[in-house]
């Protein structure tokens, strides 16, 4: 069985599986526009992607991931979700408990309540082209309205809050985000254009303890590289079990 598709709280999830499997787990948390349905997801349906899911099952990692309500921008209820998706993967396969985390895009947005709610199981965490905060996401789609617009109303649908408080909440958020939460971490920033470049240096300004954080820069040209990156950095994680 290659993968396995199944249901929880309404939302679909996917378990990978190698044909050897290591008993070494990740999971994934995809960008805007990652999905998981009935039979497929979106990681399996994207070329580039689909190169990193096999180079990880070749080198014997179980893979899982869940839709996570869609474009959920971090919300509580997500978060929550991933946490039940873990807790039932532990259970129904064979499985060291402490997982390595890949996310991206808004997928970090989880990833970072999950280093604070779940440090004791997670092992590593690797994060693609992170957005670590609505509020400064949004500070750089103000100048292009349609989108700004768009994407305040996913995020006040998956919050489940009128827009203008939300917004307004948001925007008195702190202006620095942590990742010392005693999990090691990777930023890889895929270059690929003027925003990701940008949203590069933003993050060296916003996140507190980054010095103590591994960061690569990859070339739009040199994505084939991102598989054998995320695995040399998982395994060097894995010593102790």
Same mark, same amino acid.
């Given at each position: ?21 290591? +008993? ?23 070329? +580039? ?5 096999? &180079? ?26 991933? &946490? ?64 700004? /617009? ?13 827009? +203008? /408080? ?57 994505? &084939? &590289?991102? +598989?054998?990156?995320?695995? /040399? ?9």
């Amino acid at each position: 069985m290659e993968n396995r598709n199944f249901q929880m709280d309404t939302e679909w999830n996917i378990i990978h599986y190698p044909e050897k499997p290591t +008993g070494f787990g990740i999971l994934i948390i995809g960008d805007e526009r990652h999905f998981v349905d009935e039979n497929k997801c979106f990681w399996s349906q994207n070329e +580039g992607k689909l190169a990193i899911i096999n &180079q990880l099952k070749e080198t014997g990692y179980t893979i899982f991931s869940s839709n996570l309500y869609g474009r959920h921008w971090g919300s509580e209820s997500a978060v929550e979700l991933a &946490q039940k998706l873990y807790h039932h993967v532990i259970r129904s396969e064979i499985l060291n408990n402490k997982i390595h985390i890949l996310a991206e895009g808004m997928g970090a947005l989880i990833a970072v309540k999950l280093m604070e709610k779940m440090k004791g199981n997670l092992r590593s965490v690797i994060l693609l082209n992170p957005i670590l905060s609505l509020k400064h996401h949004l500070e750089q789609e103000k100048e292009h309205k349609f989108f700004y /617009k768009k994407v305040m109303k996913e995020i006040a649908v998956s919050y489940h809050k009128e827009q +203008g /408080k939300l917004e307004s909440d948001i925007f008195s958020m702190e202006d620095s985000v942590t990742l010392d939460f005693g999990i090691s971490v990777k930023i890889c920033h895929v270059l690929s254009g003027g925003k990701a470049y940008n949203q590069s240096k933003l993050i060296q300004k916003m996140v507190g303890n980054i010095d103590k954080i591994e960061t690569s820069y990859i070339l739009p040209e040199k994505k &084939q &590289q991102l +598989g054998r990156m995320i695995i /040399k950095f998982f395994k060097s994680h894995e010593a102790v079990l």
